[in-house]
């Protein structure tokens, strides 16, 4: 099978915390599929990004029998492949493409004023500055509301536990939900930890993922 051929031959590399690649990490973990989670110290990572090791100069990247791939949504489509997770139909699988470039859309705002100078807006000040503030508020009251509201929607249109309106989750559940509970964390300051509250379905699908048992074994072991 796809899942047997590609056992033992990827390496994920990322740093020891949920981030980027808990997504790809728990869609593996929930499949079965075998990786090898090389958690970087930032002087490892360095180290890879000056040796050119990395095709976009960051991580997550995977090691396939030794080709590494970049970016997460690449990164999960390939995982969704091997593992049954990613629809086979193409209309199904370009809703579950729209959903994960929703995601993009969602966390651009919150990845520019976090990573000001990577992405040019250095002008912004640091994140502690007055118009990072002025900048975290708009996206809380006025960006994150929107989106929020279009996920709603899809999950009720949908009418089923997930996303894309699957009986089972794909890999849009899984890339999704460990942004949203990021933000539910209060991990970001000036983005409200009860953002979540008026959203029912999205809290009831968070849940429900959480109680996945490979998820929560995953989670007890890494993210107690």
């Not at 992405?119 to 500055?129: I, K, R, T, V």
């Not at 709603?152 to 089923?160: A, M, P, S, V, Y």
Request: one cysteine or more; aromatic letters at 10%.
């Amino acid at each position: 099978s796809p899942l047997q051929m590609a056992a033992d031959q990827l390496k994920l590399y990322y740093f020891d915390f949920p981030g980027k690649a808990e997504c790809i990490r728990l869609a593996c973990a929930y499949s079965g599929l075998k990786f090898e989670d090389v958690r970087l110290t930032r002087e490892q990572f360095m180290e890879m990004k000056t040796s050119g090791a990395l095709p976009y100069g960051q991580v997550p990247a995977l090691s396939v029998n030794g080709k590494i791939l970049g970016q997460t949504s690449s990164i999960m489509r390939y995982i969704g492949k091997i593992t049954g997770l990613y629809p086979t139909d193409p209309i199904k699988a370009a809703l579950v493409d729209s959903i994960l470039d929703e995601e993009a859309d969602m966390f651009a705002s919150i990845g520019v004023s976090k990573y000001q100078e990577r992405f040019g807006f250095e002008l912004l000040g640091g994140e502690d500055s007055e118009q990072t503030k002025t900048v975290r508020k708009s996206i809380n009251d006025n960006v994150l509301p929107r989106h929020l509201a279009f996920l709603e929607r899809l999950i009720t249109e949908g009418g089923t536990d997930w996303f894309a309106g699957t009986p089972t989750p794909t890999i849009a559940d899984f890339v999704l939900v460990p942004r949203l509970q990021w933000l539910a964390d209060g991990a970001v300051a000036g983005i409200d930890a009860k953002c979540l509250d008026s959203y029912p379905k999205i809290k009831n699908l968070i849940a429900t993922f959480s109680a996945l048992p490979q998820v929560a074994e995953w989670n007890k072991k890494f993210n107690q």
